[in-house]
């Protein structure tokens, strides 16, 4: 066999195999995502100290902002900062943007 043949067919062996490899790595990586973003999105819930009677309530008040939001308590909501992981694999108090915030304080009622 001509040497450049030999040369391309194997190197077209090593691209399926890499190709196979990255196939059955994908699907992990994007399970280790969800489950990521999952765990992020109960950490935001549990420190909103919302009951689990409200959270659906609460929910759909964000889906739909028009709809009035039922009264079950007088408890004030607060979110706590968000951590954000660094590149560095530590992690960050707040989200860089965390200056150029703009919140208004809670009113004392």
Do not use: C
């Not at 190709?19 to 999952?38: A, C, F, G, V």
């Not at 950490?43 to 039922?70: D, G, M, Y």
């Not at 979110?79 to 992690?91: L, R």
């Amino acid at each position: 066999m001509n040497p450049k043949i030999k040369k391309v067919s194997d190197e077209i062996e090593r691209t399926k195999a890499k190709i196979l490899e990255l196939q059955t790595l994908l699907p992990e990586l994007e399970r280790k995502r969800i489950d990521m973003e999952n765990t992020e999105i109960i950490k935001l819930v549990r420190s909103a100290n919302i009951s689990t009677a409200e959270l659906p309530a609460f929910l759909e008040s964000l889906k739909n902002p028009n709809v009035s939001e039922p009264t079950t308590t007088n408890q004030s909501i607060h979110f706590a900062p968000v951590v954000e992981q660094d590149d560095s694999g530590g992690y960050d108090d707040y989200p860089d943007d965390a200056d150029n915030l703009d919140v208004e304080p809670l009113s004392e009622d």
